[in-house]
């Protein structure tokens, strides 16, 4: 199923889930107003996305990263990865673009288990897995083949398109692997130091909402405090409290979203024992507010488009 929308107003939340029928993928085209500069509102979702520039030029938005984007090119963006685009200042073209969002179950559920290493840099180097697809790298040649051709499958009926999309994203996922994937950690992904950091990573997931100290992640690993925290950075590319205040805000932007809880109360409720410290460790991570984040809700809600 594809969704054609047209965006006239910046809406920073997601509220739906990403599916077609019963399928945990969806197909998106959305056209952009000539007189409205954001391309894509801020949010995140669970699922991963491939994002496709069809028309205009973009600065593209992953948390702390910036992506300047052209017609033609792309960008991979990991779960869980808040993200938006602006139309560039000096661009007055027409501006569209499509995306493919996508549950990475999907993929995984059609390879074998000792394929899990295609998959592994995603569960704790997510943030480095942000890949643009530019046109002046030779070596995403094939990739910027494989992604347009993703929004050419389209058939009336699911089953006329099904396996194809799901074989092309494979194809696109081993350009991702040997493109970005690959290098991100040389330490194999079975041994004792990756493991016991992921069981670390697994006990933040649920207990991210506690008062937590170093000295609790260091005996959840097993090592040191020291071997942790030099482990724990040298897997993730984070410090354990950075990993976990990311965490924490990611979190906090489910509950705004989806909530009516007062924004006090969803600091406490992440972890956040300070508004204030809530407030700015939102903003160095959002680039927004938790009121502004909050406030396209009503918005969002009134119009029919991707979000």
Known sequence: MSENVTLQNSIPLETIIHRTASRPFSLYRTVVDREERSALYLHC?????????EEGMVDFQVESRSFSLQAGEGIFIPPNQLHS???????SDSCSHRAVVFDLN????NLPPYCQAY????????????????????????????????FTLQRPKLEQYELSLTGILLLCWQELYNLCFSELNRLPFDSSPYKEIQKSIDYLQH?????LTLADL???????ESYFCHSFKNCT?????????????VKSCELLARTNKKITEIASLCGFNNISYFNRTFYKT??????????????????????
């Open 237 to 249: 590319g984070y410090t354990p409290f950075a990993y976990l205040n990311r965490l924490r805000i």
């Open 286 to 307: 959002a680039g927004t507010t938790p009121s502004a984040y909050r406030s396209g809700l009503a918005a969002s809600d009134r119009q029919n488009r991707r979000v």
């Open 207 to 211: 207990n991210f909402a506690d008062s």
């Open 119 to 150: 998959f592994a840099p995603l569960q704790i180097r997510r943030a480095d897995c942000v890949y643009p697809i530019k046109l002046d790298q030779p070596k995403n040649k094939r990739l910027l083949a494989l992604l347009p051709a993703i």
């Open 85 to 91: 685009a602006m139309k560039q200042t000096d661009c």
């Open 106 to 109: 999907l993929l995984e559920q």
């Open 218 to 224: 260091s005996k959840k690993a097993g090592f040191s």
């Open 45 to 53: 979702h669970p699922e991963a996305e491939l994002f496709y520039l």
